[in-house]
């Protein structure tokens, strides 16, 4: 399967724009984003788990990257509740699970060979930061060379500029409504872009987004 594996061109999805799939595993559905392969791929994916689904216990040849949306997702390690967000390296393995049924947004086989880290982070908990204007916060989440995850809290009204540096974005909107000069994105939306043209990006009503930004070259050689 190939779907949006095209890097260097955007992509926008909304909510309702594409449809929940069934897994291979009773209880576990899929909406697929990108995807580069078969059961085994190079995906971004949201996954929404029935109360008391589980999936198969599997490796994570190219690391494994999530956040937990809504409910709690948990494995042997332990209960990972909305809000965290986990990074298992090249070679770990699990077997998940969820008793009351949750969401989560995960990137599989993406990691550059030595970003080694594992991560469990607690966002609900964990110190944020100003940003560079004023109603903006950030929570940096991970940095691997050019590579840098985050969260972002846009303030009612905020508004602030993304520098072009060629290397490319990644959003996905978790509450609220983000905007820039090309359109509205409300909760849920997911947006690709494969070059980091300087536009101007705001939030009338307020907003947090989950944003990673200089991974799309690394990536893009594998695709074509």
């Known amino acids: 399967m190939r779907l949006n594996a095209d890097f260097s061109q955007p992509v926008v ?9 069934a897994s291979p595993m009773a209880g576990v559905e899929r909406c697929l ?11 971004t994916s949201l996954v929404r788990y029935a109360p008391g689904s589980h999936f198969s ?15 709690v997702f948990s494995d042997a390690r332990g209960d990972y509740p909305a809000g965290t967000y986990v990074r298992n390296p090249i070679g770990s393995a699990h077997a998940p699970f969820s008793e009351a049924g949750c969401t989560i947004f995960v990137k599989l ?17 964990a110190q ?7 109603g903006l916060d950030v929570l940096p989440l991970h940095q691997h060379g050019y590579e840098q995850v985050s969260l972002l809290r846009c303030a009612p009204g905020s508004h602030f500029t993304q520098p ?4 490319g974005e ?3 909107v978790l509450e609220g409504c983000f905007q ?7 909760a849920g939306t997911w947006m690709r872009i494969p070059q980091r043209i300087a536009r101007r990006c705001y939030s009338e009503s307020g907003c947090l987004i989950w944003m990673k930004t200089g991974h799309l070259p690394m990536i893009s050689g594998a695709a074509s």
């Open 13 to 21: 999805i909304r909510p309702g724009d594409s449809p929940w799939l």
């Open 33 to 43: 984003l990108d995807r580069i392969g078969d059961e085994v791929a190079r995906a």
């Open 57 to 71: 216990e599997h490796q994570h040849p190219g690391g494994e990257e999530y956040l937990v949306l809504e409910g």
């Open 109 to 125: 086989y993406q990691f550059a060979p030595d970003d080694c880290s594992p991560a469990v982070i607690d966002t609900a908990r």
């Open 128 to 134: 944020w930061t100003l940003g560079s204007t004023l």
């Open 164 to 167: 072009g540096n060629g290397r």
């Open 170 to 172: 990644e959003i996905l």
């Open 180 to 186: 820039d000069d090309h359109g509205n994105y409300p």
